[in-house]
């Protein structure tokens, strides 16, 4: 069998409404969608980090969600304020991580390049580089898209609440109803300060506007969702405590 091929620009990472969204999550990113855009003059660029499953299960829906989760990074500032990495597991024991590209074209071409392939979810892998990232300069936001959960959710929990008490909310989306995943995703996001959605292929343009939302949540961060006072805002700042 011809192994899963390997993209050029990345390394490995070493060990160590119509949409089933939430009404809270869904107006809070839609606020972050439009307040996150406000930038300060001279403020420090973003960085988001964007990590998938791309494991066998995820076949099915996979040219969808790759499709999908390129508007992202066509949605990055102009000003080219945000730097986002792409981070995938697959196969046995594969895990990847991009450079940090400011061109969105580049990494979504990245992106839609890489294929599913057979093995166990690595998600322990993902957030021990987004810390050791977050040790080098500062990760806004990490994102996690997957479907399952195969290791040791009371480790995994350890990990992202580190990532919070950082400063580095985990924004997870779910993608089908795996109940185990969902309990652990559920708590990653909360004790990370972030958030929790599922999307599914009936909703695909609700998995878009989340994940622009969040790019420009990275981008713009939420200071000038204190300033809206609405209930809308609201409910954004009290997800991200």
Known sequence: MKPPSTKPGTAPI???TEAPVSNDVAAFLSQVDAMGKTRAPG????RLMFALDATMSRQPTWDLACSLQSEMFEALPADGSLDVQLVY???FGECRASKWVGNAAGLARLMTGITVAGGNTQIGRVFSHARAEQGRSKV????????????G???????AGELGLLGCPIFVFQEGHDPIAERAFREFARVSKGAYARFDASAPRELA???RAVAAYASGGRHALRLQGTRTATLLLEQLK
């Open 14 to 16: 070493r060990s160590q």
């Open 43 to 46: 403020a420090q660029r973003g």
């Open 89 to 91: 597991f697959r196969g």
């Open 140 to 151: 806004n936001a990490l994102v996690y898209v997957g479907d399952a959960m195969e290791e």
């Open 153 to 159: 959710v009371d480790d995994l929990a350890q990990k």
């Open 209 to 211: 506007a989340l994940l």
